[in-house]
């Protein structure tokens, strides 16, 4: 057998084995009523007709079958291979499960169940395993309608022929923002109220079930929704995301409660403009809140911010503070004693204790109420009755006055609101144009007078300084001739005190010096006795040594050798004798000679110890 025909036969063997399975598969159908249910399904079944059995047709009002009667079966086929189904009695509807997305929530509705109460918009919770399990939600008493439970994110085997699943995204509040809650069961409010009161242990609302049971009601919840993410049966609530309530820094947020309970006034009887309550309590509570963020409900409680820090207020046209309160406040028109009228600018600058801010709000309602109803009267009436009382230049002349006096009135009425004065400041004054014109022209008079008398006092103070300038420059002539008399008369003196000084000086010089020679005298003559006798005894002992003759000599020699003189002269003439003696002649001569011409005196044939 050729290779193509092998083909075609292996062809013909695998269409006749599929048609052998189908026919299997129908034949198996047919006769076991198999039915096979995949993994990711549920099979849901439909009863054609009853063959047997009391329970037929369903109840008057039914949609599912219960006890076997014809129509959908409230037990769903699970995953695997079913028998005894068979497809003349039986139509079997494969649905696939049903997943709730990871941000979604199943919100279910049913088709079949008791009816719902009056009032009721939503069916109670049954314990039904999130609507798996039909049969028990049916016996439960389940109600038909809109259901308040809900089905989290996950995979379910749920019968869709009698639960309707609608998904809906997850409720998410984000940060600085509450959720204000409106619920739709529960019971009515009671007379009076705007609110439903705060209940326990329904989880945020995300128990819907709980809510009801503990006694929530039907409305507006006190209750918020802090910032998180909820599985809210969007048909059970309804959140409107509101900002948190915040007061700022120096202020104080007096809260004012709408809700709560009758509350019992704290203040006593010293406050008789309002009750202040506790927290908790309907009406003003007697604690601000501190600088922060707040959970509040602003449907429920009304937050007043009270400036605690001096709050400055302009009674000025077109002029104005970042915290509005005076921009309805104008530049304040008085009227003076003298007719005129004219308008003045005014500051006043004010002080809300903490404590007391409660009382304001509950005296006022409003710091901006505070301000018309208090301020902008008390003010504008001072003003006006202090213009009343003096004229337009009286009123100019004691603006400080004025200003310290309205200070002190003023501090004494606001101290009776609970409100301190810190200070009030007049700003511009501006008088009527026509009596500013005769002022400027009086003035501009004035000033001219003063000038003219200025000008005369400077002229004669002019002629002053001319015979005063003109009594300096002959003043130096008088001067220096006064200076020379002066100067002579001093030369004079100082010649005659030269004179006697000179006269002392040379006196005194002559005395010092005779004393001085005394003195020398005394001393050169007590030297040279001494020197003298010192000598005459050498020469006693030199002489008693060697002879008088021989010392005579001897000196005559000593002489001869310090004077330089030729002890032989070029020529000799005479003998022996005679030739000594004229030798010794002449040499004496010579040192007489000479020692004359030096000292001026004659030599002394003396000698000394050291000469020896």
């Not at 499960?97 to 109460?117: A, H, K, L, Y």
């Not at 049969?135 to 439970?149: C, D, H, N, S, V």
């Not at 511009?428 to 006092?457: C, G, H, V």
């Not at 005459?536 to 002489?543: D, F, G, N, W, Y």
Request: with cysteine; proline share 4%; charged share 20%.
């Amino acid at each position: 057998m050729d290779r193509e025909v092998l083909q075609w036969v292996l062809l013909g063997a695998g269409a006749l084995v599929f048609l052998l399975a189908c026919v299997f598969y129908k034949l198996t159908f047919r006769l076991f009523g198999m039915v096979i249910i995949a993994d990711n399904a549920v099979g849901i079944v439909n009863k054609r007709f009853v063959l047997f059995g009391e329970h037929r047709a369903l109840p008057d009002g039914s949609l599912i079958a219960l006890q076997g009667e014809a129509g959908i079966q409230a037990d769903t086929l699970p995953p695997g291979i079913h028998f005894c189904y068979w497809p003349w009695q039986y139509e079997i509807i494969i649905q696939e499960f049903v997943t709730i997305s990871e941000n979604q929530v199943g919100v279910v509705e049913s088709r079949d169940g008791v009816s719902m109460p009056v009032g009721s918009v939503l069916g109670q919770k049954v314990d039904c395993d999130s609507f798996q399990d039909a049969r028990k939600f049916l016996t439960g008493g389940g109600e038909r309608g809109p259901q308040i439970a809900i089905i989290p994110p996950g995979t379910y085997r749920i019968n869709t022929q009698l639960f309707t699943i609608t998904e809906e995204p997850v409720l998410e509040i984000k940060d600085n923002l509450v959720g204000v809650v409106t619920t739709r069961a529960g019971k009515a409010l009671a007379t009076g109220d705007i609110a439903g009161p705060e209940i326990a242990g329904h989880n945020m609302f995300q128990d819907g079930q709980a809510f009801i049971n503990n006694g929530g009601r039907k409305g507006l919840q006190e209750q918020v929704m802090l910032a998180g993410r909820y599985f809210i049966n969007p048909r059970f609530v309804t959140v409107e995301p509101k900002p948190m309530t915040e007061v700022p820094i120096a202020t104080a947020g007096v809260v004012i409660a709408f809700v709560g309970q009758a509350g019992v006034d704290v203040t006593g009887e010293s406050f008789k403009h309002g009750n202040l309550v506790r927290e908790g309590q309907k009406g003003v509570w007697v604690d601000p809140l501190d600088p922060g963020k707040y959970p509040i409900n602003p449907y429920t409680h009304k937050v007043e911010v009270v400036p605690t820090a001096n709050v400055v207020l302009n009674w000025a046209t077109g002029r104005t503070e970042s915290h509005k309160l005076d921009e309805h406040l104008s530049t304040i028109k008085v009227r003076s004693s003298d007719g005129f009228t004219f308008n003045l600018d005014v500051s006043q600058i004010i002080h809300i204790p903490r404590n007391d801010a409660p009382k304001v709000i509950a005296r006022f309602g409003s710091v901006k109420n505070l301000v018309t109803q208090v301020l902008e009267p008390i003010i504008g009436n001072y003003f006006r009755n202090a213009a009343q009382g003096s004229d337009v230049i009286q009123f100019l002349a004691q603006r400080k006055e004025r200003q310290d006096d309205a200070k002190a009135r003023i501090a004494e009425a606001l101290g009776d609101y609970d409100v301190g004065a810190v200070d009030t400041l007049i700003g511009d004054i501006n008088p009527p144009e026509a009596l500013m014109s005769t002022l400027t022209d009086r003035k501009i008079a004035e000033q001219q007078k003063l000038t003219f008398a200025t000008q005369r006092l400077a002229e004669e103070t002019r002629k002053e300084l001319e015979q005063a300038r003109a009594q300096a420059d002959t003043q130096a002539h008088v001067v220096t001739a006064q200076r020379n008399v002066e100067i002579a008369e001093f030369d004079a003196q100082s010649a005659v005190k030269k004179a006697e000084g000179d006269a002392k000086s040379k006196t005194i010089n002559a005395e010092a010096d005779a004393n001085v020679l005394t003195v020398v005298g005394a001393a050169e003559g007590a030297k040279i006795t001494a020197v003298g006798e010192a000598e005459a005894k050498v020469i006693q002992l030199k002489t008693n040594a060697t002879g008088q003759d021989n010392f005579a000599l001897i000196e005559v020699g000593t002489a001869l050798a310090r004077s330089g003189q030729k002890l032989v002269p070029d020529f000799m003439t005479g003998g022996a004798d005679g030739a000594n003696g004229a030798i010794v002649n002449v040499l004496m001569a010579n040192l007489l000679k000479e020692s004359v011409s030096r000292n001026g005196h004659s030599p002394e044939l003396v000698g000394s110890t050291e000469e020896k």
